[in-house]
């Protein structure tokens, strides 16, 4: 450890010089205060080259807990971005499937209502034919022999005496002679009531 100090170490004396003079007792006070003087420099090198260790070795470790605390962050942050992804992939899937369910859904209603339209048209269409053969059927009715009025024999009968209900006559007929009663039975006469519209 002393080696890694440059530090210039006090000169210590010279053995041969202490040897020629181990008589001379303020030489020799002289050789023990450097001797003192020595180890006091040497321990203070040594406790300045610990200290100079202990602080390398807590700059070297606060690198290393900064590189740790900065990688652990990046780790941090590629975990954030890659959760934010999956969750925008996930409301992406789940929008698809809603706007694919929506389509279906309105698809099958389209159908719906095009089979309808089509039964309702067929249903309209037969309604219609129906009402054709009832006012064809009427109007063959009106125009026979036997349906002519009994009094005047030319139109239709189409008017029916209230309360009696006796169906003969047409209706200007019937309202001509109404103060004689039913033509048929007699009966007064209270109203007429147009039947074939
Ligand atoms: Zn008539
Ligand atoms: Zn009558």
């Known amino acids: 450890m002393k080696a890694a100090h440059n530090m210039e170490q006090p000169a210590l004396p010279d053995p041969i010089e202490i040897a020629t003079n181990t008589t001379n007792r303020s030489n020799r006070a002289y050789i023990t205060e450097q001797e003192v003087k020595a180890a006091e420099e040497s321990k203070r090198i040594e406790r ?3 200290a100079a260790a202990e602080q390398r070795f807590r700059e070297e470790n606060e690198e290393r807990l900064l590189e740790l605390k ?3 962050l990046e780790a941090e942050e590629r975990s954030v971005a890659l959760r934010q992804r ?9 929008e698809e499937r809603k706007r694919i369910e929506r389509e279906a859904q309105a698809a099958v209603e389209q159908r719906f209502r095009e089979e309808n339209e089509d039964r309702l048209l067929e249903l309209k269409r037969q309604e219609l034919e129906a ?4 006012v064809a059927l009427r109007w063959r009715a009106l125009d026979s022999e036997d349906n002519r009025c009994v009094i005047c024999y030319d139109r239709p009968i189409n008017a029916c005496p209230v309360p009696c209900g006796h169906l003969n006559c047409c209706m200007v007929c019937l309202t001509a002679t109404m103060d004689r009663g039913c ?4 009966q007064k006469i209270d109203k007429i009531v147009n039947v074939f519209g």
């Open 48 to 50: 300045e080259a610990q």
């Open 131 to 134: 009402e054709e053969r009832s």
């Open 86 to 94: 999956t969750l925008d992939s996930e409301v992406k899937a789940e």
């Open 70 to 72: 900065r990688q652990e």
């Open 183 to 186: 033509p048929i039975c007699r």
